[in-house]
C-alpha cells in the first residue's frame, strides 16, 4: 500500500497483482491502524471490494479505463458519493444532503475505473479545529500521533501517508490541500478556480472553493487531474476550457524553464531553522534538472491573505447563519467560533477584499511575465499537537491562503522534515491554468529526490 497510483497501475496491467488485493490490503492497513490515526468517517468495504472484483474483470477482458482502473482512492468527506450519506464531520448538516447521488469529481473517478473505499475525515465544514466534546474520529499525523495532520483534509492526507489507499480527494479553501499534504509528506495540487467542478461538494467559500487531488506523487496528481479536470455545467464557476495534457508535460526536464523564488522566511515568527536549507536544496535540484530559479517578492502578501481569511469567513457566515441561530452548540467549538467571525465582517470590509483580490491578480500577473512558476514553503514548520492545536497556530504557519484569493494553481511537495521528524512541503505555482508546468517541476524533483517516497513507521 505504499505504492504510487502509477506503480500499481502498471502492476496490474503486468498481473503481479489484482485490484481485489490493493482494496483487500487497504481494509487490512486502515483494520490495523485507523483506530489510532482517525481516517474514516465511512468505510465501503462491499461496494469497494465488489467495484475491484469489476475492475479485475474488466482488465482480463481488455476493457481498460486508464491509470486510476482498479486504484483505491478516498473521498472527503465533503464530497457526496452514492454510497452512504455525506456528514461534513458535523452533527448540524441534513444527512439528506447528497443522498442518492456522485459528486461530478466522484462521477469521473468511477468512470475511469477507480475504487472508491469510503469517506475521509475532516474539520467540521472543512474549517476549525478538532473537537473532541464531538462523536467524531480526531485524525492524527502517521509521523507522529501526538501532531496534527494538517486540515480540513485531514483524513485524505493521513490516509495516503498511511497507506489506507493510495490517493484521494481533498478541498482547498485557504490551504486544505496542501497543508495536510506538507503535513504528511504527500503530494497536494489545488488546481486553478473553476478547472474542476465543486457541484456536490458542501460549500465553505463559495469563491474559494477548490477540488483536488491527493497522492504520493505529482505524477500521480496529474494521473487523477487528467480525469477530474474539465467543463461541468452543474457548477456555475466551472470554466469551459481545454484541459492541459498534464501526464504529457512529465518529461524530467526544466530545460528553459524560469522559476521565481520567495522564502517568505521573514513572514512567520513560526519558521524552523530547517526551512532554509531545505529551500535552498530544492532550488538546487531544480537547477539540476535545467531551470533559472531567481529571487522575487510576491506583491501585496499580507493584504491578499488577509482577504482570503475575510472573505471565506464572511462566505461561510452566509452559509451557516441560519443554523448558527438555532444549532449552535450542536456546532463544534472551533468550527462555530471560525464561521462566526464572519458576522463581524462588514459589506463594505467584504468589497475591498474582493477589490484586494483583483489588484493581487494584475500585480502577480506582472511577476508572471518574468517567470513560468514561482516557489515558497508551503508552511513555516512542522505540524503542531493536536491537543494544543488553535487556529492562531494554523493561519500563522501557512503560506496557502494567498493563492486562494487568486485562484491560481498551487502543489506542495515533501521536501524534508524539520528537527523532530515532522515532513516539510515545497509550493509550486503556476499561472492560471497551466497545471501542466507546476506538475511538471513537481515531477522533475521528485525525480531527483526521494522524499515523497518515504514513509512513516507506524
Avoid at 179 to 202: E, H
Avoid at 266 to 276: G, N
Wanted: proline share 6%.
Amino acid at each position: 500500500m505504499y505504492l504510487t497510483i502509477t506503480e500499481a497501475a502498471a502492476a496490474l496491467r503486468t498481473g503481479e497483482t489484482t485490484s481485489v488485493a490493493l482494496t483487500e490490503a487497504a481494509f487490512a492497513t486502515a483494520d490495523a491502524h485507523d483506530e489510532k490515526l482517525g481516517v474514516y468517517l465511512s468505510r465501503f468495504d462491499e461496494s469497494a471490494l465488489a467495484a475491484a472484483a469489476k475492475a479485475d474483470a474488466e482488465l482480463a477482458d481488455g476493457t481498460d479505463r486508464g491509470p486510476l482502473h482498479g486504484i483505491p482512492l478516498g473521498v472527503k468527506d465533503i464530497i457526496a458519493t452514492e454510497e452512504g450519506e455525506t456528514t461534513a464531520q458535523s452533527l448540524v448538516l441534513d444527512r439528506a444532503w447528497g443522498a442518492g447521488g456522485d459528486a461530478p469529481v466522484v462521477a469521473r473517478l468511477r468512470a475511469a475505473g477507480a475504487v472508491i473505499t469510503g469517506k475521509t475525515t475532516t474539520m467540521e465544514y472543512a474549517i476549525g479545529t478538532p473537537d473532541p466534546e464531538k462523536p467524531f474520529p480526531i485524525p492524527r499525523n502517521p509521523w507522529n500521533t501526538k501532531h496534527y495532520p494538517g486540515g480540513s483534509s485531514s483524513g485524505t492526507g493521513n490516509g495516503v501517508a498511511a497507506g489506507l489507499f493510495l490517493g484521494g480527494l481533498g478541498t482547498d479553501t485557504g490551504g486544505s490541500i496542501r497543508y495536510p499534504a506538507t503535513s504528511c509528506g504527500i503530494t497536494g495540487l489545488k488546481q486553478t478556480f473553476g478547472r474542476v467542478p465543486k457541484a456536490g461538494c458542501v460549500p465553505l467559500g463559495y469563491s474559494y472553493d477548490h477540488i483536488g487531488p491527493m497522492a504520493r506523487s505529482a505524477e500521480d496528481c496529474a494521473v487523477m487531474l487528467a480525469v477530474l479536470a474539465g467543463h461541468d455545467t452543474s457548477d456555475a464557476t466551472s470554466v469551459d476550457r481545454p484541459v492541459g495534457d498534464y501526464t504529457g508535460a512529465l518529461t524530467g526536464s526544466l530545460q528553459g524553464m524560469r522559476i521565481g523564488i520567495d522564502m517568505l522566511l521573514d513572514r512567520s515568527p513560526m519558521t524552523v531553522p530547517e526551512l532554509a536549507p531545505a529551500l535552498e536544496a530544492a532550488v538546487g535540484e531544480l537547477t539540476a534538472a535545467g531551470a533559472t530559479v531567481v529571487d522575487v517578492r510576491l506583491p501585496l502578501y499580507d493584504e491578499l491573505t488577509s482577504a482570503t481569511m475575510i472573505g471565506l469567513t464572511a462566505e461561510a457566515y452566509a452559509y451557516h447563519r441560519p443554523d448558527l441561530r438555532s444549532r449552535w452548540l450542536d456546532y463544534g467549538a472551533g468550527t462555530r467560533l471560525a464561521v462566526a467571525t464572519g458576522a463581524l465582517v462588514s459589506a463594505g470590509d467584504y468589497v475591498q477584499a474582493q477589490r484586494v483580490r483583483r489588484a493581487g491578480q494584475r500585480q502577480v500577473s506582472a511577476v508572471f511575465d518574468d517567470v513560468d512558476l514561482i516557489l515558497t514553503p508551503t508552511s513555516a514548520c512542522g505540524a503542531p499537537e493536536v491537543d494544543k492545536l488553535t487556529l492562531d497556530d494554523i493561519v500563522g504557519a501557512l503560506h496557502t491562503a494567498y493563492w486562494n484569493a487568486l485562484g491560481n494553481p498551487a502543489m506542495s511537495v515533501p521536501m524534508g522534515f524539520t528537527g523532530d521528524g515532522l515532513p516539510l512541503g515545497l509550493q509550486i505555482i503556476g499561472r492560471p491554468f497551466d497545471e501542466a508546468a507546476v506538475l511538471a517541476a513537481g515531477y522533475a524533483y521528485q525525480q531527483r529526490t526521494s522524499w515523497h517516497l518515504r514513509t512513516p513507521a507506524l
